[in-house]
Nanobody, 120 residues
């Protein structure tokens, strides 16, 4: 089993920045990719950014150029730096981990979620 603990959500004005953190523990040797999903009210949960063990990254189009995913392997932690935030970025953000490199079968593990609210 893998446990994921997130932190860093909050309320920010449009144009501001936030950084989310996710620390993994447990059987992390089984994990080949980590990522961040988000779910806005009334919408489906979507994968916004992912990073594999070989440091390949991928972003959903609406966040490209504004969000950056990175990882610190020594700390078993993944970060999501979110800049130029927009009200439409408001959602619950979930850290996720997958045994696949590209989340092709979806996540195997979820964090508890952290709320990000962007005011206009």
């Amino acid at each position: 089993q893998v446990q994921l603990v997130e932190s860093g959500g909050g309320l920010v004005q449009a144009g501001g920045s936030l950084r989310l953190s996710c620390t993994a523990s447990g059987s992390i040797f089984s994990i080949n990719a980590m990522g961040w999903y988000r779910q806005a009210p009334g919408k489906q949960r979507e994968l916004v950014a992912r990073i594999s063990n070989d440091l390949r990254t991928n972003y959903k189009d609406p966040v490209k150029g504004r969000f950056t995913i990175s990882r610190d392997n020594a700390k078993n932690t993944v970060y999501l730096q979110m800049n130029s935030l927009k009200p439409e970025d408001t959602a619950v953000y979930y850290c996720a981990a997958a045994k696949s490199y590209t989340f092709v079968r979806g996540p195997d593990y979820w964090g508890q979620g952290t709320q990000v609210t962007v005011s206009s």
